[in-house]
């Protein structure tokens, strides 16, 4: 049987007090009052800097982070998370020019690694996930802030989470 499972460190390289959490959390302040190293035993996790599943977004798959920068951290502020099964299948999502599904269009079923390079534009104001859970990344080769998307229609960036419609890269969240 597979348990999902992540598990919250105050200090670096799983050090100090700790918080195991098996379920979504919107809050998890009262448990941990920073975190410097998180452990994932299954499943994805997207874990927040804020309550109630805000501020900045970091996708994290099974595996060791000894600390923050590993996640792509910008601080030790981690305050809510959610878990995702993996997803086997399809993949398929329309990235738009322009809000409400304007403009441009173009469809794709693999990951990204520069949007300019294939989509000519680097702003993405819009899209569309038909199949399959997406990541957003605000710089090309997967770096930078990341915005997590599911299934659904996002007709602005900030839908997503995003402060501006600059996206560099994008991949299927998949079994790596």
């Known amino acids: 049987m597979n348990m999902q499972r992540i598990i919250f460190y105050e200090d670096r390289n799983f050090q100090g007090r700790h918080y195991e959490c098996s379920t979504d959390c919107a809050d998890l302040s009262p448990y941990f009052s920073r975190c410097n190293s998180i452990r994932v035993d299954s499943d994805w996790w997207v874990v927040y800097e804020r309550p109630h599943y805000m501020g900045y977004q970091y996708v994290l798959t ?12 910008f601080n030790d502020n981690i305050r809510s998370c959610r878990t995702y099964p993996y997803v086997r299948g399809n993949y398929r999502m329309r990235i738009y020019e322009r809000p409400d599904f304007g403009g441009q269009m173009m469809e794709f079923m693999d990951d990204c690694p520069s949007v300019y390079d294939r989509f000519r534009y680097r702003d993405i104001h819009s899209c569309q996930v038909m199949d399959g859970y997406w990541i957003f990344y605000e710089q090309p080769n997967y770096r930078g802030r990341q915005y997590f998307l599911r299934p659904g229609e996002y007709r602005r960036y900030s839908d997503w989470g995003g402060s501006c419609s600059i996206i560099g890269s994008f991949r299927r969240m998949r079994d790596f």
């Open 62 to 73: 099974r595996g060791d982070y000894p600390d923050y920068q590993r996640w792509m951290g």
